[in-house]
């Protein structure tokens, strides 16, 4: 029994690593103060920053409506709105529930005096992952019509993109995210925010004033761009090194020369 007792003192602790990392092992103390950690102080600092993060992306789609009259980035403002607000909301309860500050960010804008410690906590939100700088949301402000759709599309692309680097970094630190409420909101947070990046850069290719973009596929027909020239003649592949009936795939090999 006591050797029995001796190897199991000696068998290591793993924890698993995030999604690609690697595991890694746990000396006794931490794995104590994983197992009776509820939540962390990164926890914590996550939700309240991430707070301030979906609302800014809520105050980008809030310029969408006097500024562009294009559908489709309207519906990604819409869908925006109602979403980040509604996280927005889960991320406050989750931390007055839990005896944590949540931050009220509709109290103080990005661009003023935040919410922890005024004009310099407020300059450490602007930090974070994808936030807009002050001169990128003025800009963003001042433009209307495809140059705004344009910026739109590249500022929250951004944006989004830092939500999800956000969740990363918090998911990489030792005793984070263990709450079951929280593991599954961040995860739902990237998979959310992933989701809106790919429909926002689809989107953001047929805006593009590069006409290579939007060119056609085809064999004989595929779609043309050029610049500061002229197509004078295109010659089709002669008889002979194609298969008429599958013109895409090259000619069989000719069975006397093998």
């Not at 990164?42 to 562009?68: G, W």
């Not at 963003?140 to 599309?153: C, H, M, T, Y």
Request: aromatic share 4%.
């Amino acid at each position: 029994m006591a050797a029995g007792a001796a190897v199991a003192q000696d068998a290591p602790i793993v924890q698993p690593g995030a999604p690609g990392q690697a595991p890694r092992a746990l000396t006794a103390e931490e794995a104590t103060r994983i197992a009776d950690n509820r939540f962390s102080a990164d926890d914590v600092r996550f939700m309240q920053d991430m707070i301030h993060h979906h609302h800014q992306a809520t105050e980008m789609a809030t310029l969408v409506a006097d500024r562009t009259n294009t559908p489709a980035i309207i519906e990604v403002a819409g869908r925006i709105t109602a979403s980040q607000a509604d996280e927005i909301a889960f991320m406050r309860d989750w931390l007055m529930d839990r005896g944590q500050d949540a931050p009220d960010p509709s109290a103080h804008t990005m661009a003023g005096h935040g919410q922890h410690g005024g004009h310099g906590a407020a300059h450490a939100h602007m930090t974070m992952a994808g936030m807009a700088t002050p001169e990128q949301m003025a800009e963003l402000a001042a433009a209307s019509g495809p140059a705004f759709d344009r910026l739109f599309l590249d500022l929250m692309i951004a944006h989004h993109a830092g939500a999800v680097e956000m969740v990363g970094d918090l998911l990489g630190r030792s005793g984070s995210a263990y709450d079951p409420v929280l593991f599954e909101f961040v995860s739902d947070v990237t998979n959310e925010q992933q989701a809106e990046i790919t429909r926002m850069t689809a989107l953001a290719r047929g805006l593009t004033d590069d006409p290579r973009s939007s060119l056609t596929p085809g064999f004989r027909d595929a779609g043309e761009a050029a610049s500061n020239m002229t197509l004078v003649a295109s010659l089709p592949k002669p008889a002979g090194f194609y298969d008429p009936s599958n013109p895409a795939r090259p000619a069989a090999p000719d069975p006397v020369r093998g």
